[in-house]
């Protein structure tokens, strides 16, 4: 049992550390995005299609990445 409560917590740590992390690169992903579509509005579309994408890059990264600690800390919580 305390055990369990240790790795939960270890685990609920980690998750809430990821959380921080992606919150920062989801704020870098937006203005990337923000960058590529002005880009396209300037009438440079060659250059701004690789940001859209960069941008679309990292935010299915960062969904990943929180979808990935999320079942790592649910697997605590069903015991």
Avoid: C, T
């Amino acid at each position: 049992m305390k055990e369990d409560k240790k790795n939960y917590m270890l685990e609920k740590q980690n998750y809430i550390r990821i959380q921080n992390r992606n919150r920062k690169i989801g704020l870098v992903s937006m203005v990337i995005l923000f960058i590529g579509l002005a880009l396209k509005y300037l009438d440079m579309a060659d250059i701004g299609k690789h940001f859209i994408w960069l941008g679309v890059v990292m935010v299915i990264y960062i969904f990943g990445s929180n979808m990935m600690a999320r079942s790592a800390l649910s697997k605590y919580e069903k015991k």
